[in-house]
């Protein structure tokens, strides 16, 4: 399997349940992140990770936590979430820049 | 800071005809990049093109060009000979660009939808 794969496609959640959604990349890239997509707003960076640390953190409430065991994993943690949380969940890696990046095909999520 | 500026909301074209797609931007960093996406329906993001801000050509891959007028600060996205499949939504970014490879930050716009009539 090539490129970068996120799982599930699509989560319907509760807002007291705690999930995960996974995130894998098999392009040998050095760097991994996260951004989440409002309907009607721009792409929003939540978080970085180069070489396995966070970089970037964009001010993301701390019901969402992020984790890269290594560079091929990303994991997004996520509990006790809003409605307003609903929103497509996209992962991207990148190496070299100029590149630019590689997305999954995301996760769509439901907070209900 | 960096803000990317998409005005066309929504764009129709006639298949097999040439249509731009407006991005502007503006930043205080000397050296950055510019990017387009396309997002189908699917959800994923595919990269189109790119180009750098010292870059003295404007980009061109395949049926994509872009039309980088620096002094205007405007990265336009030209797709000629629209196919039924160019139907998605568009996105302009943007990044500094740092010295060294790893991470780095895209800042993007809103997006246009672009929808091609047969």
């Known amino acids: 399997e090539t490129g970068v794969t996120q799982t599930p496609r699509h989560l319907v959640m509760g807002m007291t349940n705690k999930k995960s959604l996974k995130c894998e990349q098999h392009l040998g890239h050095n760097a991994m992140y996260w951004y989440k997509q409002s309907a009607k707003k721009p792409l929003e960076l939540m978080f970085v990770?180069?070489?396995?640390?966070r970089v970037e953190n964009n001010s993301v409430p701390s019901r969402f936590s992020p984790e890269c065991p290594n560079s091929s994993h990303l994991f997004l943690h996520l509990h006790t979430l809003q409605p307003e949380d609903s929103a497509l969940y996209l992962c991207?890696?990148?190496?070299?820049w100029g590149d630019g990046y590689t997305f999954g095909s995301g996760t769509r999520l439901t907070v209900v | 800071a960096q803000k990317i500026t998409q005005t066309q909301p929504g764009m129709f074209v006639q298949e097999k005809e040439a249509v731009t797609l407006d991005c502007t931007y503006d930043t205080s960093d000397p050296s950055y990049g510019l990017f387009w996406y396309k997002q189908p329906s699917s959800g994923e993001m595919i990269f189109l093109i790119y180009q750098g801000s010292y870059d003295q050509q404007n980009a061109t891959e395949g049926r994509y060009s872009l039309n980088f007028q620096k002094a205007r600060k405007s990265a336009n996205l030209v797709i000629s000979a629209s196919q039924l499949g160019d139907s998605a939504m568009y996105f302009c970014?943007?990044?500094?660009?740092?010295?060294?490879?790893?991470?780095?930050?895209?800042?993007f716009g809103k997006g246009t939808k672009l929808s091609v009539i047969p």
């Open positions: 991207a890696s990148s190496q070299v």
């Open positions: 990770y180069s070489l396995e640390e």
């Open positions: 970014a943007m990044s500094p660009t740092y010295s060294g490879a790893g991470s780095y930050q895209l800042t």
